[in-house]
């Protein structure tokens, strides 16, 4: 499967962000979608999953009551509601599936094989 994420820009803080990734290929309800970001100097880190079913989604606590992800199979699109965006959530966020991880691990970058380019979400403080 491809992605392709969209959506990034710059908010000032406090602002919202929606984030879209969209799959091109077949059976994209057969897979699990993460959001990872890396910020600039950092490592790249988890920030939200989905299951294949589009059941409870996964959250970094850093970004717990703030985003919201979900996902519309009909369309072959995630999304990563982003509200009251701060500094430390700038970074280039990047989309992320595959269709052979289970829930317990749905965290786990290793574990995802397909990746679509990244989208800049920049916040000004």
């Known amino acids: 499967v491809q992605l392709q994420a969209s959506g990034g820009g710059l908010v000032q803080a406090g602002g919202s962000l929606r984030l879209s990734c969209t799959a091109s290929?077949?059976?994209?309800?057969?897979?699990?979608v993460g959001w990872f970001r890396q910020a600039p100097g950092k490592e790249r880190e988890f920030v939200a999953a989905?299951?294949?079913?589009?059941?409870?989604?996964i959250y970094a606590d850093s970004v717990k009551g703030r985003f919201t992800m979900s996902r519309e199979n009909a369309k072959n699109t995630v999304y990563l509601q982003m509200n009251s965006l701060n500094a430390e959530d700038t970074a280039v966020y990047s989309c992320?599936?595959?269709?052979?991880?289970?829930?317990?691990?749905?965290?786990?970058?290793?574990?995802?094989?397909?990746w679509g380019q990244g989208t800049q979400v920049t916040v000004s403080s």
């Open positions: 992320a599936a595959d269709s052979r991880i289970i829930w317990s691990s749905l965290f786990k970058m290793s574990n995802y094989g397909s």
């Open positions: 989905i299951s294949r079913t589009g059941g409870r989604p």
């Open positions: 290929g077949r059976a994209f309800s057969t897979y699990a």
